[in-house]
């Protein structure tokens, strides 16, 4: 895996002017313009101890796009160490309170899910079923790690989302993100193995083989006939299920062998590690028990 190219010392170094960066990310979109929205928005993060009062300024401007630019600037996304993380949530859940625009809403929301400050937490919920489901997405995305049952319980409401990003998202990060397990996590984790859309159910199976849940083996085995061997050799979520499966068998835990035997037979996973889990099951090569011969 290749590892992200650090590019600090570049954005610290950029001459051009913060009044021209800011020209210059307002006047793009970051959805459909990515760069040339992003580029000058990370600059602007990297210098953010030297302009936050002109962010904190424009953060008060009538133009939503100066206001929505100042709260991601303020979010801080692409930089590791974040500055003055206390202040930066107080600012904008200050201007959150009194924001009506659904653009600039969302930035701040974007901006507060990169700090992890519980804070956050009941002016997040407070938009959970907002109209608008890009607004929603943020909401889902910023609830992200938190271990806490109010972060919990409105991921799992959001996992039933009518919007397909943010069922998967929230899916995601109730399987994944997070080490909590409960009854009420896996539940609506089950709920999402009736979806037609492949991702999320299989974010559902991650979530639920994570926490160690033998009730999915039929649903797993099912996900394994309904592909061509191609396909789940190269699905990462198959290969993540695989590799969480043989732990399991070398540890010790027997009741995943239908579903080891199926990817050894489909050549999915590690070989070699494959091979000693089924050892350790008590199968031989072909998959086939060794106390049935």
């Known amino acids: 895996m290749n590892m992200p190219i650090d590019r600090t010392a570049e954005y610290l170094a950029d001459p051009r002017a913060t009044e021209d960066l800011v020209r210059l990310a307002a006047a793009n979109d970051p959805d459909n313009d990515e760069e040339a929205y992003w580029n000058p928005i990370r600059v602007l993060e990297h210098r953010l101890p030297r302009i936050f009062d002109e962010m904190q300024r424009l953060s008060e401007e009538n133009d939503p796009k100066l206001r929505s630019v100042a709260a991601t600037v303020v ?60 607004l929603r997405f943020g909401v889902t995305q910023s609830l992200a790690r938190y271990e806490d049952v109010r972060a919990i319980d409105a991921l799992i409401d959001l996992s039933t989302d009518v919007d397909r990003e943010v069922r998967n998202w929230a899916t995601f990060n109730l399987g994944s993100m997070i080490e909590v397990d409960t009854p009420a996590i896996r539940q609506a984790l089950k709920h999402r193995l009736t979806e037609t859309d492949d991702e999320i159910r299989g974010e559902a199976l991650v979530g639920l083989v994570i926490r160690g849940d033998h009730e999915i083996i039929p649903a797993l085995l099912q996900e394994l006939e309904r592909h061509k061997p191609e396909v789940l050799q190269d699905s ?23 579903v080891l035997k199926k990817l050894q037979q489909l050549g999915i996973g590690d070989t070699e590690r494959l091979h000693s889990a089924s050892g350790m099951l008590g199968q031989d090569e072909d998959g086939t028990s060794a106390e049935s011969e």
Request: aromatic residues 8%.
């Open 75 to 134: 979010g801080q996304h692409a930089v590791k160490e974040k500055w003055m993380g206390s202040q930066c949530v107080d600012l904008l859940l200050d201007l959150l309170q009194r924001e009506q625009d659904v653009v600039v809403i969302t930035a701040m929301i974007n901006a507060l899910g990169q700090f992890h400050d519980p804070r956050v937490i009941p002016r997040l919920l407070a938009f959970k079923t907002h109209p608008d489901a890009t």
């Open 236 to 258: 990462f979520t198959i290969g993540e299920i695989a590799d969480r499966l043989i732990d399991y068998a070398l540890a010790g835990d027997t009741r995943w062998s239908p």
